[in-house]
């Protein structure tokens, strides 16, 4: 079935460095990537989306490319800050199966 | 803009005891899910409504069962409640399917005591 895969472990990093987290991904369609936010004790919001191929999704200084050769579609943003700090979920929807399939997610922690 | 509200937001019940979530989604989107998420868990597919009928199911218990009402709101409905089943349940709406952008509500916190 459709899965999605997220680096393994939390994400320490000072503010202003750079961000990149890695996603890939399988389906047997073509899928609707997207990244989604989680702040604490908040319910889901969804920060960029990419319904096909070398589309590029960017919102609030976050960017990611849907990259059908490497099926990946991987968040980055250059400058971080401490508001950043939250849980981020990549996830991808089937075309013809329109649930959500979440990669477990990355607890991203930015300091000061 | 209008968001997807559910309620209750917090739900405390014993084990065995049956609960009901309710959700209303974005006025005119006809396409209801639920999520279950377990404590830093990534969130799992329940089961979803698209015009009231039931369009897909996923990791759903027997013992849970759901709808989707002529005014598109949707009720979970969970029965013999167990320690597992505390969670944070979210539902989420979009305007049709398709890989259509799902919209999250805040999500019900149950805790099953």
């Known amino acids: 079935g459709d899965s999605v895969t997220q680096m393994e472990g939390p994400v320490t990093l000072s503010e202003e460095a750079c961000l990149t987290i890695n996603c890939t991904y399988t389906a047997t369609g073509y899928p609707s990537l997207f990244w989604y936010v989680q702040y604490p004790g908040e319910g889901l919001q969804l920060l960029l989306k990419?319904?096909?191929?070398?589309d590029k999704g960017s919102n609030k200084g976050f960017e990611a490319t849907y990259r059908k050769e490497t099926t990946s579609f991987h968040l980055e943003k250059g400058s971080v800050q401490v508001s950043d700090s939250a849980v981020y979920f990549c996830a991808l929807s089937d075309y013809g199966n329109n649930r959500l399939a979440f990669g477990k997610g990355n607890q991203v922690v930015v300091i000061p | 803009a209008a968001g997807v509200i559910q309620s209750p937001r917090h739900l405390i019940k014993e084990k065995r005891e049956t609960a009901t979530l309710k959700c209303y989604p974005i006025?005119?989107?006809?396409?209801v899910y639920w999520y279950q998420q377990g404590p830093g868990q990534d969130p799992q597919f329940l089961i979803s409504?698209?015009?009231?009928?039931?369009?897909d199911k996923g990791s759903i218990p027997d013992r849970f069962s759901a709808q989707q009402f002529s005014d598109y709101h949707s009720e979970l409905n969970m029965s013999s409640l167990e320690l597992g089943d505390s969670a944070l349940y979210f539902c989420?709406?979009?305007?049709?399917?398709?890989?259509?952008?799902?919209?999250f509500g805040p999500g019900t916190r149950l805790t099953v005591l």
């Open positions: 409504f698209y015009e009231k009928m039931q369009s």
């Open positions: 006025p005119r989107h006809d396409t």
């Open positions: 989420a709406s979009s305007l049709g399917q398709g890989g259509n952008e799902q919209f």
């Open positions: 990419a319904t096909k191929a070398d």
